[in-house]
């Protein structure tokens, strides 16, 4: 093997990296935030006594747990011009289709959590004058988000894994500029190699203090 990695080209092009690096955290955490938002209104739906409220939030979870994100993204990008004349930005196809993504999935999240408290629990606490507002809020919810804490970890790692998929439709986010750079300078295995660490590096210090926090609860239990 005569092949000399150097690594000077990812200093010289770090900037560039860098600037990958806000758009990929640009796209990461307003998908999460909405999503869980999204994600908790649809669990409710899935909830409700309802069937036709139920039903739809039903089709809406499997068409986005059935599909690749991939498709989902590329769709949004190229189908809106043709279904409503509106052409999305890439950034903006991105992000819708993260988005809705991880609420099909959170809800799933936020559904099976909730499921498995007691409905005894709701039952007891409307009996002592709570709305079914106030009893999710006071006592059902304190009790699940320890129990979807891991689940919820690894929706938000997937996330941040996925925004890098935004580069197929021109996105400018890490993955993006780390291609770029390799076609330039031809030296794919410094470049790609970098944009691995820039990703654990982002990616591990919310698994490690995931991890901390799920020992802590469980030792409150």
């Known amino acids: 093997m005569n092949y000399i990695p150097d690594f000077s080209i990812v200093t010289d092009n770090w900037i ?32 409700s006594r309802r069937k ?41 196809a991105a992000l819708l289709g993260l988005t809705l993504n991880t609420t099909a999935y959170a809800s799933e999240i936020f559904r099976g959590g909730i499921r498995s408290i007691h409905r005894g629990q709701m039952e007891g606490a409307k009996a002592i004058g709570m709305t079914e507002g106030q009893a999710m809020r006071r006592v059902i919810l304190p009790q699940v988000i320890k129990r979807m804490l891991p689940a919820f970890t690894n929706r938000v790692i997937e996330v941040a894994k996925m925004s890098s998929l935004a580069s197929v439709i ?8 780390g291609r770029l750079l390799s076609s330039t300078y ?11 660490f820039i990703y654990f590096v982002l990616i591990y ?17």
């Open 16 to 47: 560039v990296l860098m600037r990958g690096l806000l758009v990929t955290i640009q796209i990461w955490i307003p998908s999460i935030v909405l999503g869980l938002i999204g994600g908790f209104i649809i669990a409710q739906a899935r909830l």
């Open 52 to 92: 036709w409220l139920s039903g739809l939030s039903l089709v809406y979870v499997e068409l986005f747990r059935d599909t690749p994100v991939l498709i989902q993204l590329i769709w949004f990008f190229y189908a809106f011009p043709i279904l409503i004349g509106v052409q999305l930005s890439p950034f903006s």
């Open 170 to 177: 021109s996105v400018h986010e890490l993955m993006y500029q």
């Open 186 to 196: 031809y030296r794919p295995f410094e470049i790609l190699t970098a944009v691995a």
């Open 205 to 221: 210090p919310g698994t490690f203090l995931a991890g901390r926090l799920e020992k802590r609860l469980a030792r409150s239990n």
